[in-house]
């Protein structure tokens, strides 16, 4: 397998520095690391992207977090392993990344849920996160960007 091009942040340089000032700003609200890497894992298998879904898995198993957590992250809402508040987290970054699937993108019963278990700043920071997580897999998955290869 082999990438198409280069991947485009580093063919435009000055695209990349904005880009991880947005994922370091929503890693800035002190929500786990483990969760956050959950959403990246989740949202990177929703669109495909090889490469995100492995430094996904890598990022989680170097946080300490079991096999069976990282492997049924995409199973979620039939796996014990999780919380409330990482399901309404998961949920959130679902319906975020699948805007088109619905006419309500986000329902209310998604939000509220998400609501219920993080602040406002916290929201602020998983939705950050989702965006930023979207980001990277449309830049990376149509070079097909290899996993592993960063």
């Not at 992250?73 to 699937?101: F, H, I, K, N």
Request: charged content about 25%.
């Amino acid at each position: 397998m082999e990438a198409r091009m280069k991947n485009p942040a580093t063919i435009i340089p000055t695209a990349m520095k904005p880009i991880m000032e947005l994922m370091k700003a929503a890693q800035s609200q002190g929500l786990p690391q483990e969760l956050m890497e959950m959403i990246h894992l989740r949202v990177s298998q929703i669109n495909g992207c090889s490469f995100c879904v492995d430094a996904g898995l890598k990022n989680l198993r170097k946080l300490g977090e079991s096999d069976e957590r990282i492997g049924l992250v995409a199973a979620w809402r039939e796996a014990p392993y999780y919380t409330d508040a990482e399901r309404a987290a998961l949920e959130l970054a679902e319906a975020s990344t699948r805007l088109a699937d619905r006419a309500d993108a986000v329902p209310d019963e998604v939000w509220d849920h998400a609501a219920d278990h993080f602040d406002e700043r916290q929201l602020a920071s998983i939705l950050l996160m989702i965006a930023v997580t979207n980001l990277f897999n449309r830049l990376n998955a149509p070079i097909r960007q290899i996993a592993g290869s960063w």
